[in-house]
Protein backbone atom coordinates (compact mmCIF):
# COMPACT_ATOMS: atom_id res chain seq x y z
CA UNK A 1 0.00 0.00 0.00
CA UNK A 2 2.19 2.40 -0.82
CA UNK A 3 1.34 6.34 -0.45
CA UNK A 4 3.12 9.19 0.15
CA UNK A 5 2.80 13.16 0.88
CA UNK A 6 5.63 15.08 0.65
CA UNK A 7 5.92 16.25 4.30
CA UNK A 8 5.56 12.96 5.92
CA UNK A 9 8.32 11.17 7.32
CA UNK A 10 9.20 8.12 5.70
CA UNK A 11 10.81 4.54 7.08
CA UNK A 12 13.98 5.37 5.46
CA UNK A 13 14.07 8.87 7.36
CA UNK A 14 13.19 6.95 10.97
CA UNK A 15 15.93 6.75 13.47
CA UNK A 16 14.95 3.60 15.59
CA UNK A 17 16.84 0.49 14.31
CA UNK A 18 14.62 -1.72 11.81
CA UNK A 19 15.07 -4.73 14.31
CA UNK A 20 13.09 -2.39 17.06
CA UNK A 21 10.12 -2.84 15.15
CA UNK A 22 7.18 -4.79 13.80
CA UNK A 23 7.39 -5.91 9.73
CA UNK A 24 3.72 -5.44 10.40
CA UNK A 25 4.01 -1.63 10.17
CA UNK A 26 6.25 -1.69 7.49
CA UNK A 27 3.10 -2.49 5.25
CA UNK A 28 1.31 0.35 5.73
CA UNK A 29 1.65 4.78 6.10
CA UNK A 30 -0.13 6.77 9.07
CA UNK A 31 -3.77 7.98 7.94
CA UNK A 32 -3.28 9.74 4.66
CA UNK A 33 -6.84 11.19 5.90
CA UNK A 34 -5.58 12.86 9.25
CA UNK A 35 -2.61 13.73 7.44
CA UNK A 36 -4.22 16.11 5.45
CA UNK A 37 -6.26 17.71 8.54
CA UNK A 38 -2.71 18.33 10.07
CA UNK A 39 -1.65 19.68 6.36
CA UNK A 40 -4.94 21.81 6.73
CA UNK A 41 -3.95 23.68 10.27
CA UNK A 42 -0.77 23.95 9.12
CA UNK A 43 -1.35 25.86 5.95
CA UNK A 44 -4.58 27.71 7.60
CA UNK A 45 -6.66 25.93 4.19
CA UNK A 46 -10.23 24.97 4.65
CA UNK A 47 -10.62 21.33 5.82
CA UNK A 48 -12.74 19.54 3.85
CA UNK A 49 -10.40 16.10 4.24
CA UNK A 50 -11.72 14.58 6.70
CA UNK A 51 -15.22 13.64 7.41
CA UNK A 52 -15.79 15.40 11.00
CA UNK A 53 -18.81 18.08 11.43
CA UNK A 54 -17.68 21.65 12.08
CA UNK A 55 -20.67 22.32 13.47
CA UNK A 56 -22.24 21.39 17.06
CA UNK A 57 -23.41 18.15 18.35
CA UNK A 58 -27.52 18.38 19.32
CA UNK A 59 -27.82 20.06 22.40
CA UNK A 60 -29.70 17.10 24.05
CA UNK A 61 -26.86 14.63 23.46
CA UNK A 62 -24.39 17.16 25.23
CA UNK A 63 -26.59 17.43 27.93
CA UNK A 64 -26.94 13.94 28.98
CA UNK A 65 -22.88 13.28 28.35
CA UNK A 66 -22.63 16.53 30.97
CA UNK A 67 -25.60 15.02 33.24
CA UNK A 68 -23.59 11.47 33.08
CA UNK A 69 -20.21 13.08 34.32
CA UNK A 70 -22.40 14.72 36.89
CA UNK A 71 -23.52 12.09 38.33
CA UNK A 72 -20.56 9.74 38.48
CA UNK A 73 -20.67 7.92 35.98
CA UNK A 74 -17.01 8.64 35.27
CA UNK A 75 -15.43 4.63 36.28
CA UNK A 76 -15.63 1.76 33.77
CA UNK A 77 -18.78 0.75 32.19
CA UNK A 78 -19.03 -3.27 32.02
CA UNK A 79 -16.22 -4.11 29.15
CA UNK A 80 -18.78 -4.65 26.31
CA UNK A 81 -20.95 -1.83 26.94
CA UNK A 82 -23.34 -0.07 29.33
CA UNK A 83 -26.53 -1.86 29.60
CA UNK A 84 -28.54 0.99 28.71
CA UNK A 85 -26.58 1.39 25.39
CA UNK A 86 -26.63 -1.46 24.51
CA UNK A 87 -30.67 -2.11 25.08
CA UNK A 88 -30.79 1.10 22.98
CA UNK A 89 -28.62 -0.48 19.93
CA UNK A 90 -30.93 -3.67 20.27
CA UNK A 91 -34.23 -1.77 20.15
CA UNK A 92 -32.72 0.46 17.24
CA UNK A 93 -31.59 -2.08 14.86
CA UNK A 94 -35.20 -3.63 15.21
CA UNK A 95 -37.04 -0.51 14.78
CA UNK A 96 -34.46 0.69 11.41
CA UNK A 97 -33.88 -3.01 10.26
CA UNK A 98 -36.37 -5.49 11.58
CA UNK A 99 -33.47 -7.41 12.98
CA UNK A 100 -33.96 -8.82 16.76
CA UNK A 101 -30.51 -8.62 18.84
CA UNK A 102 -30.18 -10.09 22.60
CA UNK A 103 -28.33 -6.85 23.82
CA UNK A 104 -26.73 -9.09 26.19
CA UNK A 105 -25.46 -11.57 24.07
CA UNK A 106 -24.94 -9.99 20.76
CA UNK A 107 -24.08 -6.50 21.19
CA UNK A 108 -19.94 -4.91 21.96
CA UNK A 109 -19.55 -1.33 22.69
CA UNK A 110 -16.11 -0.63 21.39
CA UNK A 111 -13.74 3.17 21.01
CA UNK A 112 -15.43 4.15 17.88
CA UNK A 113 -16.08 1.77 14.95
CA UNK A 114 -12.66 1.93 14.28
CA UNK A 115 -12.05 -0.04 17.33
CA UNK A 116 -15.14 -2.28 16.16
CA UNK A 117 -13.95 -2.92 13.08
CA UNK A 118 -10.13 -4.21 13.86
CA UNK A 119 -11.49 -6.18 17.67
CA UNK A 120 -13.92 -7.97 14.80
CA UNK A 121 -10.87 -8.74 12.10
CA UNK A 122 -8.53 -9.58 15.02
CA UNK A 123 -11.29 -12.09 16.88
CA UNK A 124 -12.07 -13.98 13.20
CA UNK A 125 -9.08 -13.90 11.06
CA UNK A 126 -5.96 -16.44 10.91
CA UNK A 127 -2.66 -15.87 8.96
CA UNK A 128 -3.31 -16.65 5.70
CA UNK A 129 -6.83 -15.89 5.40
CA UNK A 130 -8.00 -13.75 3.30
CA UNK A 131 -10.57 -10.96 3.26
CA UNK A 132 -12.74 -9.49 0.12
CA UNK A 133 -12.82 -5.46 0.10
CA UNK A 134 -14.29 -3.76 -2.53
CA UNK A 135 -12.17 -0.87 -3.72
CA UNK A 136 -11.64 2.09 -3.22
CA UNK A 137 -11.61 1.87 0.15
CA UNK A 138 -12.10 3.44 3.32
CA UNK A 139 -8.47 3.44 4.12
CA UNK A 140 -8.43 1.79 7.83
CA UNK A 141 -9.52 -1.42 6.03
CA UNK A 142 -5.98 -2.24 4.68
CA UNK A 143 -3.94 -1.33 7.75
CA UNK A 144 -7.01 -3.53 9.85
CA UNK A 145 -6.19 -6.74 7.56
CA UNK A 146 -2.34 -6.90 7.67
CA UNK A 147 -2.71 -6.56 11.50
CA UNK A 148 -5.13 -8.86 11.97
CA UNK A 149 -2.51 -10.93 9.79
CA UNK A 150 -5.66 -11.92 6.76
CA UNK A 151 -4.65 -10.97 3.54
CA UNK A 152 -6.91 -8.15 1.66
CA UNK A 153 -8.44 -9.44 -1.73
CA UNK A 154 -9.67 -6.03 -3.77
CA UNK A 155 -12.49 -6.34 -6.05
CA UNK A 156 -13.08 -2.59 -7.92
CA UNK A 157 -15.68 -0.47 -7.83
CA UNK A 158 -15.94 1.66 -11.26
CA UNK A 159 -16.91 4.81 -11.21
CA UNK A 160 -19.58 6.23 -13.38
CA UNK A 161 -19.56 6.18 -16.88
CA UNK A 162 -20.45 9.10 -18.71
CA UNK A 163 -24.35 8.92 -18.81
CA UNK A 164 -24.73 6.21 -15.86
CA UNK A 165 -24.77 7.21 -12.20
CA UNK A 166 -23.81 4.70 -9.91
CA UNK A 167 -20.10 3.11 -9.02
CA UNK A 168 -20.41 -0.82 -10.30
CA UNK A 169 -18.40 -4.07 -9.40
CA UNK A 170 -18.44 -7.01 -12.10
CA UNK A 171 -19.93 -9.82 -10.75
CA UNK A 172 -17.56 -12.00 -12.30
CA UNK A 173 -14.96 -10.25 -10.31
CA UNK A 174 -16.42 -10.62 -7.28
CA UNK A 175 -16.69 -13.98 -7.52
CA UNK A 176 -13.09 -14.40 -8.18
CA UNK A 177 -12.21 -13.30 -5.47
CA UNK A 178 -13.80 -15.60 -3.09
CA UNK A 179 -12.16 -19.12 -2.69
CA UNK A 180 -11.44 -22.20 0.15
CA UNK A 181 -9.23 -19.01 2.10
CA UNK A 182 -12.00 -16.79 2.33
CA UNK A 183 -12.73 -15.59 5.94
CA UNK A 184 -14.67 -12.52 5.14
CA UNK A 185 -15.87 -9.68 2.69
CA UNK A 186 -15.53 -6.30 4.41
CA UNK A 187 -18.59 -4.34 3.15
CA UNK A 188 -19.13 -0.76 4.07
CA UNK A 189 -22.58 1.15 2.71
CA UNK A 190 -23.03 3.78 2.13
CA UNK A 191 -19.58 3.82 1.04
CA UNK A 192 -16.88 6.14 2.30
CA UNK A 193 -15.50 7.38 -0.59
CA UNK A 194 -18.08 6.93 -3.55
CA UNK A 195 -21.25 7.16 -1.95
CA UNK A 196 -22.83 4.28 -3.42
CA UNK A 197 -25.32 2.68 -1.26
CA UNK A 198 -25.33 -0.74 -2.11
CA UNK A 199 -29.04 -1.99 -3.45
CA UNK A 200 -30.80 -5.38 -2.38
CA UNK A 201 -29.89 -6.70 -6.03
CA UNK A 202 -26.16 -6.55 -5.48
CA UNK A 203 -26.13 -7.38 -1.27
CA UNK A 204 -28.47 -10.69 -2.36
CA UNK A 205 -25.39 -11.11 -4.94
CA UNK A 206 -22.58 -10.75 -2.06
CA UNK A 207 -24.70 -13.04 0.54
CA UNK A 208 -25.36 -15.87 -1.89
CA UNK A 209 -21.02 -16.08 -2.74
CA UNK A 210 -20.88 -15.68 1.53
CA UNK A 211 -23.46 -18.80 1.77
CA UNK A 212 -21.47 -20.15 -1.45
CA UNK A 213 -18.19 -20.17 0.14
CA UNK A 214 -18.96 -20.53 4.01
CA UNK A 215 -17.71 -16.48 4.31
CA UNK A 216 -18.83 -13.38 6.91
CA UNK A 217 -19.65 -10.21 6.34
CA UNK A 218 -18.25 -7.60 8.12
CA UNK A 219 -20.53 -4.80 7.22
CA UNK A 220 -19.55 -1.04 8.15
CA UNK A 221 -22.96 0.83 8.21
CA UNK A 222 -22.06 3.92 9.92
CA UNK A 223 -23.61 6.27 7.95
CA UNK A 224 -26.77 4.54 7.68
CA UNK A 225 -28.87 7.78 8.13
CA UNK A 226 -27.10 9.66 5.53
CA UNK A 227 -28.86 9.11 2.32
CA UNK A 228 -30.17 11.02 -0.70
CA UNK A 229 -32.29 10.35 -3.82
CA UNK A 230 -34.90 8.17 -1.97
CA UNK A 231 -31.99 5.36 -1.45
CA UNK A 232 -32.77 3.03 1.43
CA UNK A 233 -30.28 0.96 3.96
CA UNK A 234 -30.22 -2.52 3.91
CA UNK A 235 -28.12 -3.92 6.68
CA UNK A 236 -26.82 -7.19 5.33
CA UNK A 237 -27.71 -9.02 8.48
CA UNK A 238 -31.64 -8.37 7.23
CA UNK A 239 -30.97 -11.17 4.26
CA UNK A 240 -31.83 -14.47 5.13
CA UNK A 241 -29.25 -16.78 5.76
CA UNK A 242 -26.94 -13.96 6.87
CA UNK A 243 -28.33 -13.28 10.20
CA UNK A 244 -26.12 -15.96 11.37
CA UNK A 245 -22.63 -15.18 9.55
CA UNK A 246 -22.85 -10.94 9.86
CA UNK A 247 -21.21 -8.70 12.15
CA UNK A 248 -22.82 -5.14 11.80
CA UNK A 249 -20.59 -2.26 12.30
CA UNK A 250 -22.31 1.33 13.37
CA UNK A 251 -21.60 4.10 15.65
CA UNK A 252 -22.60 7.44 17.11
CA UNK A 253 -20.00 9.79 15.39
CA UNK A 254 -21.64 10.24 11.98
CA UNK A 255 -25.47 10.04 12.75
CA UNK A 256 -24.79 12.39 15.95
CA UNK A 257 -21.85 14.62 14.93
CA UNK A 258 -19.61 13.49 17.83
CA UNK A 259 -16.55 12.18 15.50
CA UNK A 260 -14.01 12.39 19.12
CA UNK A 261 -16.26 10.55 21.67
CA UNK A 262 -15.13 7.37 19.93
CA UNK A 263 -18.50 5.33 20.53
CA UNK A 264 -19.23 2.16 18.33
CA UNK A 265 -20.59 -1.19 18.48
CA UNK A 266 -20.05 -4.50 16.55
CA UNK A 267 -23.14 -6.87 16.69
CA UNK A 268 -22.88 -10.43 16.02
CA UNK A 269 -24.20 -14.00 16.84
CA UNK A 270 -23.32 -15.27 20.25
CA UNK A 271 -19.96 -17.08 19.51
CA UNK A 272 -18.97 -14.48 17.30
CA UNK A 273 -19.49 -11.55 19.70
CA UNK A 274 -17.62 -13.67 22.53
CA UNK A 275 -14.41 -13.83 20.71
CA UNK A 276 -14.64 -9.84 19.50
CA UNK A 277 -15.66 -9.08 23.64
CA UNK A 278 -12.44 -10.82 24.72
CA UNK A 279 -10.23 -9.00 21.79
CA UNK A 280 -12.10 -5.49 22.47
CA UNK A 281 -11.29 -6.32 26.88
CA UNK A 282 -7.71 -6.61 26.29
CA UNK A 283 -7.26 -3.53 23.36
CA UNK A 284 -9.05 -1.32 24.82
CA UNK A 285 -11.30 -2.48 28.76
CA UNK A 286 -13.95 0.18 27.26
CA UNK A 287 -15.31 2.80 25.58
CA UNK A 288 -16.27 6.11 27.81
CA UNK A 289 -18.36 5.27 30.01
CA UNK A 290 -20.48 9.01 30.42
CA UNK A 291 -20.64 9.03 26.79
CA UNK A 292 -22.30 5.77 26.55
CA UNK A 293 -25.07 6.55 28.46
CA UNK A 294 -25.35 9.69 26.30
CA UNK A 295 -25.42 7.31 23.30
CA UNK A 296 -28.32 5.93 25.12
CA UNK A 297 -30.07 8.88 24.72
CA UNK A 298 -29.08 10.09 21.75
CA UNK A 299 -30.12 6.64 20.31
CA UNK A 300 -33.54 7.73 21.87
CA UNK A 301 -34.32 10.91 19.80
CA UNK A 302 -37.43 10.68 17.51
CA UNK A 303 -37.52 9.59 14.04
CA UNK A 304 -37.68 13.47 12.70
CA UNK A 305 -34.11 13.38 13.99
CA UNK A 306 -32.97 11.31 11.11
CA UNK A 307 -35.14 13.25 8.44
CA UNK A 308 -33.52 16.22 9.28
CA UNK A 309 -30.13 15.04 9.60
CA UNK A 310 -30.49 13.41 6.15
CA UNK A 311 -31.53 16.72 4.66
CA UNK A 312 -29.29 18.96 5.86
CA UNK A 313 -26.45 16.49 4.31
CA UNK A 314 -28.63 16.56 1.07
CA UNK A 315 -28.39 20.93 1.47
CA UNK A 316 -24.87 20.25 1.86
CA UNK A 317 -24.21 17.70 -1.00
CA UNK A 318 -26.40 19.83 -3.40
CA UNK A 319 -24.23 23.16 -2.08
CA UNK A 320 -20.90 21.68 -2.63
CA UNK A 321 -20.86 19.61 -6.50
CA UNK A 322 -22.14 22.35 -8.37
CA UNK A 323 -19.12 24.59 -6.82
CA UNK A 324 -16.48 21.66 -7.48
CA UNK A 325 -18.21 21.60 -11.25
CA UNK A 326 -17.75 25.06 -11.49
CA UNK A 327 -14.00 24.93 -10.61
CA UNK A 328 -13.45 22.38 -13.25
CA UNK A 329 -13.57 19.12 -11.44
CA UNK A 330 -16.02 16.07 -12.53
CA UNK A 331 -18.06 15.04 -9.71
CA UNK A 332 -19.59 11.22 -8.83
CA UNK A 333 -22.63 12.25 -7.07
CA UNK A 334 -23.04 10.48 -4.10
CA UNK A 335 -26.22 8.87 -2.50
CA UNK A 336 -24.72 8.45 0.03
CA UNK A 337 -22.34 9.21 3.26
CA UNK A 338 -20.91 12.71 2.82
CA UNK A 339 -18.07 12.45 0.69
CA UNK A 340 -17.70 13.02 -2.88
CA UNK A 341 -15.32 11.60 -5.26
CA UNK A 342 -14.20 13.56 -8.10
CA UNK A 343 -12.29 13.31 -11.62
CA UNK A 344 -9.33 15.71 -11.63
CA UNK A 345 -8.30 15.37 -15.21
CA UNK A 346 -9.05 18.66 -16.57
CA UNK A 347 -6.54 20.08 -14.02
CA UNK A 348 -3.92 18.31 -16.13
CA UNK A 349 -1.35 17.71 -12.94
CA UNK A 350 0.79 14.30 -12.76
CA UNK A 351 -1.23 13.25 -9.76
CA UNK A 352 -3.26 13.05 -6.76
CA UNK A 353 -0.81 14.17 -4.34
CA UNK A 354 0.69 17.38 -6.20
CA UNK A 355 -2.85 18.14 -6.97
CA UNK A 356 -4.01 18.11 -3.58
CA UNK A 357 -0.29 19.71 -2.36
CA UNK A 358 -1.61 22.36 -4.52
CA UNK A 359 -4.73 22.39 -3.24
CA UNK A 360 -3.76 22.67 0.67
CA UNK A 361 -0.91 25.12 0.01
CA UNK A 362 -1.81 27.45 -2.60
CA UNK A 363 -6.11 27.14 -3.20
CA UNK A 364 -6.40 26.91 0.65
CA UNK A 365 -8.55 23.73 0.81
CA UNK A 366 -7.40 20.65 1.65
CA UNK A 367 -9.20 17.19 0.44
CA UNK A 368 -7.78 13.54 0.70
CA UNK A 369 -6.15 12.00 -2.48
CA UNK A 370 -7.71 9.39 -4.63
CA UNK A 371 -4.77 6.93 -3.99
CA UNK A 372 -5.32 6.50 -0.59
CA UNK A 373 -8.20 4.78 -1.49
CA UNK A 374 -6.54 2.10 -3.47
CA UNK A 375 -3.94 -0.57 -3.03
CA UNK A 376 -2.52 0.67 -6.49
CA UNK A 377 -2.01 4.51 -5.79
CA UNK A 378 -2.04 4.61 -9.83
CA UNK A 379 -6.11 3.71 -10.08
CA UNK A 380 -6.68 7.05 -7.83
CA UNK A 381 -4.15 8.97 -9.53
CA UNK A 382 -6.85 11.16 -10.95
CA UNK A 383 -9.20 11.01 -8.16
CA UNK A 384 -9.72 13.44 -5.21
CA UNK A 385 -12.14 12.95 -2.44
CA UNK A 386 -13.69 16.05 -0.28
CA UNK A 387 -15.83 15.72 2.79
CA UNK A 388 -18.45 18.14 3.06
CA UNK A 389 -20.20 17.57 6.50
CA UNK A 390 -19.41 21.21 7.17
CA UNK A 391 -21.05 24.57 7.55
CA UNK A 392 -22.75 26.23 4.50
CA UNK A 393 -20.44 29.08 5.21
CA UNK A 394 -17.39 26.70 5.11
CA UNK A 395 -18.64 25.16 1.96
CA UNK A 396 -19.20 29.05 0.31
CA UNK A 397 -15.41 29.67 2.07
CA UNK A 398 -13.88 26.90 0.00
CA UNK A 399 -16.36 27.19 -2.98
CA UNK A 400 -14.75 30.60 -3.50
CA UNK A 401 -11.22 29.50 -2.96
CA UNK A 402 -11.42 26.83 -5.52
CA UNK A 403 -13.07 29.28 -8.43
CA UNK A 404 -9.34 30.40 -8.55
CA UNK A 405 -8.81 26.94 -10.33
CA UNK A 406 -7.52 26.72 -13.86
CA UNK A 407 -8.76 24.02 -15.70
CA UNK A 408 -6.97 23.26 -19.02
N1 LIG B 1 -14.26 8.46 8.38
C1 LIG B 1 -13.69 9.78 8.27
C2 LIG B 1 -13.08 9.99 6.91
O1 LIG B 1 -13.09 9.11 6.08
C3 LIG B 1 -12.71 10.05 9.35
C4 LIG B 1 -11.53 9.16 9.28
C5 LIG B 1 -10.77 9.19 10.52
O2 LIG B 1 -9.89 10.00 10.64
N2 LIG B 1 -11.06 8.34 11.44
O3 LIG B 1 -12.60 11.07 6.66
Sequence with gaps: ????????????????????????????TE?????????????????LAQ??????????IKQAARAAIEKDINQYAITWGAKSLRNAI?????????????????VTVCCGSTEAMISTLLAVCNVGDEVVVFEPFYENYGPDSILSGARPRFVKLRPPAQGSEEWMFDEKELRHAFDRHTKAIVLNTPNNPT?????????????????????????????????YDGTKHISM??????????????????????????????????????????????????????????GAAALSLPPEYYAKLAEGYRTRRNHLVPALEAAGFRCFRPRGAYYVMTDISRFGLANDIEFVNYLVKEVGVAAVPGSSFYR???DGAQQVRFAFCKKLETLDAAAAKLAKLRPR
Aim: hydrophobic content about 40%; proline content about 5%.
Design 376 to 378: DPR
Design 1 to 28: MAKAISTRQTADDAIAPKHFLSDKVEHF
Design 237 to 294: AALDGMRERTVTINGMSKTYSVTGWRVGWAVAPEPITNAIRKVHDFLTVGAPAPLQEA
Design 51 to 60: GFPDFSAPEE
Design 31 to 47: SVIREMTRQAMLYGAVN
Design 90 to 106: ARQMGVWQGISVDPEKE
Design 195 to 227: GKVFTRSELELISDLCLEFDVLAITDEIYEHIL
